[in-house]
Nanobody, 123 residues
């Protein structure tokens, strides 16, 4: 598994972005996938996760009802649609593949991490 996150950028508060996580080796179709983020001076935190078949989406309370995680197994990608972005959403966002078909909030259950993509939100 070799993950690459993309889609970050500079937006204004209230705007939307869609992050994409691709597995260049096309091998994570049977793994749960999660998105995490790290803001400057803060710990890495869970954002959202999804199981191998697109079920069981889970979200951090801070993003629930604004962010949507999805996956397209035909193109081996996982997406994070982020709507109504807030300045506090600014961070480097990372996607990660879990060891198993299901994933959750615990970062220790993920063993493949992509490089991050920067999201900046201006107020």
């Amino acid at each position: 598994v070799q993950l690459q996150a993309s889609g970050g950028g500079l937006v204004q508060a209230g705007d939307s972005l869609r992050l994409s996580c691709a597995d260049s080796r096309r091998t994570f179709s049977n793994n749960g996938v999660g998105w995490f983020r790290r803001a400057p001076g803060k710990e890495r935190e869970f954002v959202a996760s999804i199981s191998w078949n697109g079920g069981q989406p889970s979200y951090a309370d801070s993003v629930k009802d604004r962010f949507t995680i999805s996956r397209d197994r035909t193109v081996n990608r996982v997406y994070l649609q982020m709507n109504n972005l807030k300045p506090e959403d600014a961070a480097v966002y990372y996607c990660a593949a879990a060891r198993s078909a299901y994933s959750g909030r615990d970062s220790s259950t993920y063993n493949y991490w992509g490089q991050g993509t920067q999201v900046t939100v201006s107020s």
